[in-house]
Nanobody, 118 residues
Framework: QVQLVESGGGLVQPGGSLRLSCAASGFTFSDNAMSWYRQAPGKERELVASIDNFGDSIKYTESVKGRFTISRDNAKNTVYLQMNSLKPEDTAVYYC???????????WGQGTQVTVSS
């Protein structure tokens, strides 16, 4: 059974930082690209960042380039998202999944809420 457990969200002021974590289980983590997605109120879920299974190929959506960093630890079956210089428009629920443009699993975790506000 696939499990994706996101954590690390919270309320932060504009310009602040957060580090999100996603603990994965139920599949061979090291064989899969992993991605972070986010969904803001009233909007579609969007792909934020992707990392291939070895961490050699990384992609970001344009709006987070230079501010967010995705990384992974295959020994811990965990993917991370370091978010710096946060903006109010980054406010969303953040999710992880295997895959990239097309998420691999239909079942999503509970997500972690990120709120950027003064």
């Amino acid at each position: 059974q696939v499990q994706l457990v996101e954590s690390g969200g919270g309320l932060v002021q504009p310009g602040g930082s957060l580090r999100l974590s996603c603990a994965a289980s139920g599949f061979t983590f090291s064989d899969n690209a992993m991605s972070w997605y986010r969904q803001a109120p009233g909007k579609e879920r969007e792909l934020v960042a992707s990392i291939d299974n070895f961490g050699d190929s990384i992609k970001y959506t344009e709006s987070v380039k230079g501010r967010f960093t995705i990384s992974r630890d295959n020994a811990k079956n965990t993917v991370y998202l370091q978010m710096n210089s946060l903006k109010p428009e980054d406010t969303a629920v953040y999710y992880c999944n295997a895959g990239t443009v097309v998420p691999r699993f239909d079942s999503w975790g509970q997500g972690t809420q990120v709120t950027v506000s003064s």
